[in-house]
Structure formats: C-alpha cells, structure tokens
C-alpha cells in the first residue's frame, strides 16, 4: 500500500514513517510532483485537515479509481493529512487553529502564550492532532491528544514550534528539553499517529 502524506516537512515525513506497519509505504507531496499551496480556511482543526488531504485526494485520484498511476507509474492507494493545534484552557481554547500564526513566528507565538497566561493560575492547555486518511473516496478521521501546562519561561532548543513552552502531563520538563525519542512517543502527533496505524491494519486485514 502506497500512501500520500499531504507534507513536505522532514520532521513529520520520518515520524510518519518509523512508526508505519509493514506493506505500507509513505510518499511526501514533493515525491508525487505537487508543489501547490494548499489554503488552510477551515474553523476546526478536523475541516483544515480534510480540506489538505482532499485537495491532494484530488491531486491524484481520476474519479475512477482509488489507485491512480503518476507520470512514472507509481501507484497511490490514499492520502492523509494532519492539522494540529494548540488549545489553552483560560483562553477558551486559544489559539486552536490559528495555532502556527498566532503571532506571525514561532518564536513569538511562544511569547504570547507567556504574555497571556501572566499572572494567570490556570496554565492548563492540551495539544490536538487530527489526521484525515481518504481511501476509495472514504473519509476517515482519527485524532491524538497530550495534556500539559504551558511554561512561565522556555526552556530546552529541541523540537520546534511551542516545544520550549510545553511541559506534558507527568513530566517536569518542556518537549523543549525531553529527548526526542521520548517527545516522540508520547506527543499529540505520535498518539494521531498510532490511531492511524491501528485504521490501517484494519484495513490490510480486511
């Protein structure tokens, strides 16, 4: 089984795959030949998701078949695509969607997120990952979540985006500073992920 995932970032791409069951193999957008930019205008998290897996789905589906061939032959047998999102708990859920522009960089969306929760007691957020699989036009959504706080300063170089700010529930360090290993199989986009994987050993024993 062939699968697009609707990205190009490495990062994500070598989590996806380290973590596949046997028989299913992962193209990034670049390995199928689509370099569009993809308008994220959904209000949740799970319609972003849907809008990036469906425009891709249509990328490379006829309308006939569930199995397109590309210009080389490669066969693809579905896409995915995941939207993430950070939602704190005295914010009502902020910025949720907006999460990756909250405030133009990450580096000053971390700051924000101290900025708002100043002086506040509740420091409560969770992180939410939804990924949308279309397979023979079937839609499919499954979601991973890790609850935590949201750090007084940042702390750790490791990971990327609000990493340095997010401490998980159990630990007493930021995804910041926790080994990547560790990040990995604990973080909201890994437990989307073995959703994921769990669908799709549904499907391969079908």
Known sequence: MKLVFASNNAHKLSEVRA???AGVEVLSLHEIGFEAEIEETGKTLEENSLIKAKAVWDFINDGMSAAKPLNDGLMVNGVFADD???EIDALNGEPGVYTARWAGSP???????IRELEGKEDRGCRFRTVITLIRGGKVQQVEGIVRGRI????FGEG????????IPEGYDKTF???P????NHISH????????????NDGLME
Do not use: H, S
Not at 180 to 183: F, H, Q
């Open 176 to 178: 910041g500073e926790l």
């Open 107 to 113: 580096a000053a969306n971390r700051q924000k997120a």
């Open 84 to 86: 993430t999102g950070l």
């Open 19 to 21: 973590m596949m069951p």
């Open 189 to 200: 986009r890994a437990r989307a992920i073995q959703e994921l994987v769990r669908v799709l």
């Open 151 to 154: 750090a007084e300063q940042e």
């Open 159 to 166: 990971g990327f985006g609000y990493d340095p700010v997010f």
């Open 180 to 183: 990547a290993e560790l990040k």
